[in-house]
């Protein structure tokens, strides 16, 4: 594959298509419709031919990006397509190839934050204080652990939690916390 050559005039429009479906599918840009890719990159083509064309692109990137195909892996997949009935030219499989290779970081990372059901935790800061009044006086001078978690979403306002422990809500959070890690550590050493 000539990837690293200069893309000749022909596949700047297939480019184009592919950073459209990308901005569409993966970077959340929902003013990039069929319409616009057609209008911009593909006056002359029918539209039925426009669509068959964006299918058939949409479907071959949605490939590569869920698999993070490495090059290796793009090199095989896209020599497979160039020989399948229906599939995509030799000039195709270069424009795509060239695509992921700028691309792939940015649309993995996309992917990963798509993936995110709800937020996440971005920051922990603890102290230790001395509680100095207490409803009952047996508590007055004990240890408690203030713990505030920022959780939230990359580009949207954190929210903040504040917890109190006192040390046996500590030992308790810590066995909790082991036991996630002795299910994390068990689930990747049988990989």
Known sequence: M????PQPAGSRPLSGLLSGIAQAAYYGHAGVTEELLRGQLYPEAAPHEFRALLAKMSGVLKSVASADMDLNQLEAFLTAQTKKQGGITADQAAVIAE?????RTKIR?????????DNTLKNVNWRVDLKSQSRHIDQINTPVAIVEMELGKDGQASEFLCLEFDEAKVNQMLKKLSEIEESIKALTQTT
Request: no cysteine.
């Open 2 to 5: 000539a990837a690293e050559q």
């Open 99 to 103: 695509f992921w290779k700028n691309h």
């Open 109 to 117: 990372e996309s992917l990963i934050n798509q993936s995110r059901w």
